[in-house]
């Protein structure tokens, strides 16, 4: 009995056909050079701010992705497209298509060392002026206050939006004092996923949640993470549909996906199931407010309190 040798897999076939001048010239060109080569190109951006901060992890990638995009696979390009060239003359002479073929290798040589040194100068370059992500960063926590409450040294207080990096602000927070017993929210809304943060270090630290004037949208989430949460005479939750705020489509964000995710942890909560079932009901452009006799039974409200106790 003989056996047959083993195939290499579609990646490592296509890998080889280009990389041995197999697949066809106008192919090798326009797929694996021009247009691979402008996706790398795009992406090279995200490896330094605002997309990364760190100096050290900056230059960490900065110096990876030169290597591998720009050495190992920018080599495997130009050899398949040069020996796909070579191939077409053999077959069909030489024409005007070899001279655009090696006009084109040229060009995506020159965008690659442009892009490539620019890179590399920003590592060694004192950026003008403050960098765009910290005036981003500045801007974003001038939209909340988070930190102790003057009335109360064992509590928090939050106001505004949850913002990208409020979580990060709260970890730190409860790190430098460790005495934190409970956080009062007066919140809109915000981020999503910055709302399930500060509900995770809720549940953590066995914080209490109080509520005194209005806890809506996201906010709610991390109102329900508390171990006792108490709302104010004058307090009102409101809940309604996530929803993406951005002038693009977001394809990668599956709004009922993570509305499912909120459920269930309102489920673990303890929350009622009829009201699990209204949470989401209401449109993202309006509000729901229950009642507080809704809530008190729905296990979303344990007390109704003036002051934190």
Same mark, same amino acid.
């Given at each position: 009995m003989t056996s047959r040798p083993k195939q290499?897999?579609? &990646? %490592?076939?296509?890998?080889?056909? !280009?990389?041995?001048?197999?697949?066809?010239?106008?192919?090798? +060109?326009?797929?694996?050079?021009?247009?691979?080569?402008?996706?790398?190109? #795009?992406?090279?951006?995200?490896?330094?701010?605002?997309f990364l901060e760190d100096p050290a992890v900056v230059a960490t990638v900065t110096v990876a992705f030169f290597l591998v995009f !720009?050495? %190992?696979?920018?080599?495997?390009?130009?050899?398949?497209?040069?020996?796909?060239?070579? %191939?077409?003359?053999?077959?069909?002479?030489?024409?005007? &298509?070899? @001279?655009? /073929?090696?006009?084109?290798?040229?060009?995506a040589v020159a965008m690659t060392l442009t892009s490539a040194v620019g890179a590399f100068l920003l590592l060694f370059q004192e950026p003008e002026g403050e960098p765009e992500y910290l005036a981003w960063e500045r801007d974003r926590a001038a939209r909340y206050h988070l930190g102790p409450d003057p009335e109360n040294?064992? &509590? @928090?207080?939050?106001?505004? /939006?949850?913002?990208?990096?409020?979580?990060?602000?709260?970890?730190? @927070?409860?790190?430098?004092? /460790? $005495?934190?017993?409970?956080?009062? @929210?007066?919140?809109?809304?915000? !981020?999503?996923?910055? *709302?399930r943060g500060f509900a995770k270090l809720i549940?953590? =630290?066995?914080?209490?949640?109080?509520? +005194?004037?209005?806890?809506?949208?996201?906010?709610? /989430? %991390?109102?329900?993470?508390?171990?006792?949460?108490?709302?104010?005479?004058?307090?009102?939750? *409101? +809940? !309604?549909? =996530?929803?993406?705020?951005? $002038?693009?489509?977001?394809? #990668?964000? $599956?709004?009922?996906?993570?509305?499912?995710k909120d459920l269930a942890f309102y489920e673990a909560q303890g929350i009622a199931p009829g009201f699990r079932e209204q949470v989401f009901v209401t449109p993202h452009e309006g509000l729901w407010f229950p009642s507080v006799e809704e809530m008190r039974a729905a296990g979303v409200v344990h007390r109704i309190s003036e002051t934190p106790e």
């Open positions: 290499p897999g579609f &990646l %490592a076939g296509y890998l080889a056909a !280009h990389w041995q001048g197999r697949q066809s010239l106008a192919w090798s +060109f326009w797929i694996n050079l021009v247009l691979l080569r402008g996706v790398i190109l #795009l992406l090279d951006r995200f490896t330094r701010p605002p !720009h050495v %190992a696979v920018f080599v495997w390009q130009i050899v398949g497209v040069v020996r796909a060239c070579d %191939a077409y003359q053999s077959n069909f002479g030489a024409s005007g &298509l070899t @001279l655009v /073929t090696y006009l084109g290798i040229a060009g040294p064992t &509590l @928090l207080r939050f106001t505004g /939006t949850f913002e990208l990096g409020v979580t990060k602000k709260l970890t730190e @927070l409860l790190q430098a004092q /460790t $005495d934190i017993r409970g956080i009062v @929210l007066d919140s809109p809304g915000g !981020h999503v996923y910055e *709302g549940l953590r =630290h066995g914080l209490d949640t109080y509520v +005194f004037r209005q806890c809506s949208s996201a906010c709610t /989430t %991390a109102f329900i993470a508390g171990k006792v949460r108490v709302l104010g005479p004058e307090g009102r939750l *409101g +809940f !309604h549909q =996530h929803w993406m705020d951005a $002038d693009y489509p977001v394809y #990668l964000v $599956d709004e009922e996906e993570e509305m499912r």
